[in-house]
Structures are given as C-alpha cells and as structure tokens.
C-alpha cells in the first residue's frame, strides 16, 4: 500500500496539483508501484480483453471508481488501468511516457498532450483505446493465450 500511496503523491507533486488526468491514469501509475502484480493483471488482462468483458474505452475514460459499487467492476477497473498504462510505457517507450507527463505539467489537457507526445501513434483517447484493445487481443494470440 505504502509504494502506491507514494506514486499517488510523486505523481502530483510532478504534474502539480490542479492539472487533471484521469482516475485511471494516476492509479495505473500507482499499481505500478507494487510488487509483483504487472505481469499477473497483463495475462488477465489480455483474457479479458479477448472475452469482450473490459470496460469500454469511451466509459473507462471518464469513469470515477469512487461511483462504482460492484466489487468486481472496482477490480477491472484497477486492472484495466494498471494495463493502459503498461501498454503506453512498454509499447511505445519510457521517454514518450515522460514526454506525455511533462506535457501535462506544462499545463495541456489529457487530450491534447497525448498527441504532443505520441505523434502518429494517437490522435484522440479514443486511438489509445483502440490501440491498447488490439495490442491485447494480439498479445493472447502470438503467446498462446490462457492463463
């Protein structure tokens, strides 16, 4: 819980305390902190994926986990988010991620610095869900699959 809570706070100390991203955003960044558990969500992640049961990007986006009530939704959601998040760092790289942070620290949109830092790549949120659908559709495939 500690190394979470202390991403929470690096997190906002580095973008500053009045830009906005999503809630899924700063706690995929947070679960990346704990020990153990990326590899384990990925694969379930990926199972999920493929059986059509994410969240849908468009909802995902803008979703408050504090309004949800079902327990395991809550867990999708935390999986979810730790999963977008390693998909922007792995598949694309550390330094568009930092460049993407830094974006937002200058003071643009979620929106608007996503293109800034991911030229070609995304264009809207909306590219970035698609692409993380598709990265994980296809990561089951090329590893076999299963859990």
């Known amino acids: 819980i500690l190394p979470h809570e202390i991403a929470h706070l690096i997190l906002w100390d580095f973008l500053g305390f009045t830009r ?7 706690e995929g960044l947070a679960q990346r902190e704990e020990d153990g558990k ?12 493929i059986s059509g049961n994410d969240i849908p990007f468009a909802s995902f986006h803008g979703l408050d986990v504090g309004r949800i009530t079902d327990p395991v939704q809550v867990s999708l959601f935390y999986a979810q988010s730790l999963s977008v998040v390693e998909f922007m760092i ?3 790289g550390r330094d568009a991620f930092r460049n993407f942070c830094r974006e937002i620290r200058e003071g643009r949109a979620f929106e608007e610095a996503l293109p800034r830092a991911y030229p070609a790549i995304f264009r809207t949120v909306d590219d970035l869900g698609l692409k993380w659908k598709n990265y994980m559709q296809n990561e089951v495939v090329s590893s076999g699959g299963g859990l």
């Open 38 to 49: 990326r590899a384990v969500v990925q694969q379930a992640m990926k199972e999920v994926v």
């Open 90 to 92: 792995g598949k694309y």
């Open 20 to 26: 906005k991203v999503p809630i899924w955003f700063e």
